[in-house]
């Protein structure tokens, strides 16, 4: 099963681009679909994007279409997350996860997650 470690969370200002990384320490990145769900302080954990094992599917909550990018490279065992644009509503903890199906990821059915990385945008 994979292991995965998020970096790239920090401080920005509203407007700016982050990119965050996610790898997956034990090398069983093969096969899984990866996604990315954020926390915002006091609310739910909710999905925020999905990139199926071959990256020709993906899917985005509404709420960062066209501003957010998936995607992996699985000779390297990590799947990227692009931030343009970044508004304070953006801010939570995110998390990166691995699921059988991108389908499945879009449900919250997860097969493994990190421990999250902080994402803070000042406005």
């Known amino acids: 099963q994979v292991q995965l470690v998020e970096s790239g969370g920090g401080l920005v200002q509203a407007g700016d681009s982050l990119r965050l990384s996610c790898a997956d320490s034990?090398?069983?990145?093969?096969?899984?679909?990866m996604g990315w769900f954020r926390q915002a302080p006091g609310k739910e954990r909710e999905f925020v994007t999905v990139?199926?094992?071959?990256?020709?599917?993906?899917r985005y909550a509404d709420s960062v279409k066209g501003r957010f990018t998936i995607s992996r490279d699985n000779a390297k065992n990590t799947v990227y997350l692009q931030m343009n644009s970044l508004k304070p509503e953006d801010t939570a903890v995110y998390y990166c996860?691995?699921?059988?199906?991108?389908?499945?990821?879009?449900?919250?059915?997860?097969?493994?997650w990190g421990q999250g990385t902080l994402v803070t945008v000042s406005s």
């Open positions: 034990r090398r069983a990145f093969s096969g899984y679909a």
């Open positions: 996860a691995a699921s059988t199906t991108p389908q499945a990821m879009v449900k919250n059915v997860l097969d493994a």
């Open positions: 990139i199926s094992w071959s990256g020709g599917t993906t």
